[in-house]
């Protein structure tokens, strides 16, 4: 059974940092594409950011860049999603996606076959 599994999230208060894990089990990552996706209360699932599956490539939402960092170990099957400076609005649930081939962007949540639970972020003071 193909199955991903987030983790690492919490809460934190503004300008904090948190390390989100993306574990896959049943399949092996390498030959996936992996993008992480957030949603927020009332609004729609949106891409954060998403690697290819050596890790060379990687795209990042504008509201992220310079603050988030997505990076793989396929050894260890998981993919990460550092976050840094985090602000209130990036309280969300955050999911990970895995998927073969996408087509011209790996940023919509379309192009994903298999998703994870999700994982709650709270920014707060």
């Known amino acids: 059974q193909l199955q991903l599994v987030e983790s690492g999230g919490g809460l934190v208060q503004p300008g904090g940092s948190l390390r989100l894990s993306c574990a896959a089990s049943?399949?092996?990552?390498?030959?996936?594409?992996i993008g992480w996706f957030r949603q927020a209360p009332g609004k729609e699932r949106e891409g954060v950011s998403c690697?290819?599956?050596?890790?060379?490539?990687?795209n990042y939402a504008d509201s992220v860049k310079g603050r988030f960092t997505i990076s793989r170990d396929n050894a260890k099957n998981t993919v990460y999603l550092q976050m840094n400076s985090l602000k209130p609005e990036d309280t969300a649930i955050y999911y990970c996606a895995a998927v073969k081939r996408y087509g011209s962007t790996c940023l919509i949540t379309g192009a994903y076959d298999y998703w994870g639970q999700g994982t709650q972020v709270t920014v707060s003071s």
């Open positions: 049943g399949f092996t990552l390498d030959y996936y594409a």
């Open positions: 690697i290819g599956r050596s890790g060379g490539y990687t």
